[in-house]
């Protein structure tokens, strides 16, 4: 940290030796001039000693401008020595301080070199004549530091805006990264959760019907062998995804599935020997957005799953119908079970499913008809 530290401090004391000397040199070369035309030594020894206090002042100017560019300025009106260090002094106030403290500083050296004409006039050089350069020589002097300081605060504000643009770029891209893992989470429960949920039900058949041929357990090991086969490479699937921008489509070409694949999804758990009473009055099925078909799709999935998880052996009616210009209704209806859920569940898939439907633009409506258990989606079917 001293190091640090002491880096800058260094490199501003040489900046401030290297302007007192350079500030010095023009003072001498000032001094040799004046003498040239003449003047007293007596007037000699007042321009050196105020030469050596101004340029001594120098080394105060980082720290105090205001204080010392006021004090250069007075000492300007004294000898012509002071005039190279008093034009840094203006010219240093005004490239850090307001136009209005600038102004004055600018004021007092116009003021203090007019001065100096009255006492110390330079001949061939009228009155008049001298303090009309005097006010361009300070006007130039303020206008050039404010143009200065405006031009550093137009450079500092673009670094920040910069700045700004790249945390506010991070910020989306996190905030992207979260509503991909959102996304993956829901794809996870959704696929896994049916999968397994069917592989559950075979097992339970295996449990409580030992007494079958070898031929129907072989069956069904097999059925469980590649459901396990299918949940992994899913699984792997679906954690892939957080390597994609989208998931529209699945590592290795496979697509999501849409409103086309809900009659495979019925036949497959019918398979697992869910008994399932669908029908199906959809006009104009290819008209369907794939956004609002895949929202469908994942309603039924979840439906179906969790009917094998709560009412197992139970009956299942599905009725999915709609039409162009309206909406696409999707009831499943199935009798309450005992209570004893075949597999575990966490308790938010009907939570992500609203919110999946509502992100859709439909409505979500679950919960117990009488002695069944009821889920209705209306999900919107632009024309």
């Known amino acids: 940290m001293e190091e640090t530290n002491c880096g800058p401090a260094r490199a501003g004391r040489t900046a401030d030796l290297i302007a007192m000397c350079v500030i010095g040199v023009l003072t001498a070369m000032t001094i040799v001039g004046r003498q040239s035309d003449g003047e007293t030594t007596g007037w000699l020894i007042v321009d050196v000693a105020v030469g050596v206090i101004a340029c001594a002042l120098i080394l105060f100017l980082r720290r105090r401008p205001i204080q010392t560019s006021l004090a250069l300025a007075a000492l300007a009106a004294l000898s012509p020595a002071a005039t190279p260090p008093s034009t840094v002094g203006t010219l240093t106030v005004a490239q850090r301080r307001p136009l209005r403290t600038a102004a004055v500083v600018a004021l007092a050296g116009t003021a203090g070199h007019l001065l100096q004409a009255i006492l110390r006039p330079i001949e061939g050089l009228s009155l008049g004549w001298f303090l009309i350069l005097d006010i361009a020589v300070h006007a130039a002097l303020l206008g050039w530091g404010q143009w200065n300081q405006a031009r550093w605060a137009l450079l500092h504000s673009l670094r920040e805006r910069a700045l700004r643009a790249e945390n506010e770029q991070g910020r989306r891209v996190a905030e992207a990264r979260t509503l991909e893992r959102t996304k993956m989470a829901r794809e996870m429960h959704d696929v896994l959760a049916h999968r397994l949920s069917l592989l559950a039900t ?63 999804l019925v036949a497959e758990s019918r398979d697992a020997g869910t008994e399932i009473r669908y029908a199906e009055a959809v006009t104009a099925p290819d008209s369907l957005p794939p956004a609002t078909g895949r929202t469908a799709y994942r309603v039924v999935q979840e439906g179906l799953t969790n009917a094998r998880k709560h009412a197992a052996g139970r009956p299942v009616t599905l009725v999915v119908k709609g039409q162009p210009g ?21 308790g938010t898939g ?8 509502q992100l859709a633009g439909g409505t979500l409506d679950h919960g117990e008809a009488g002695d069944a258990f009821r889920l209705h989606a209306s999900l919107p079917w632009p024309a």
């Open 326 to 346: 309206g909406t696409l209704q999707i009831e499943l209806t199935n009798p309450r079970g005992n209570g004893v859920p075949l597999t575990p569940g966490s």
């Open 202 to 264: 075979y097992a339970g058949a295996l449990e409580y019907r030992p007494d079958s041929s070898p031929e129907k357990l072989a069956q069904a090991a097999g059925v469980i062998r590649t459901g396990v086969h299918q949940a992994l490479d899913e699984l792997r699937e679906v954690i892939s995804v957080l390597r994609d921008s989208e998931i529209e489509e699945l590592p290795g070409g496979r697509p999501q599935p849409t409103f086309a694949d809900l009659t495979a």
């Open 350 to 357: 009907l939570v992500g499913l609203t919110e999946r439907v």
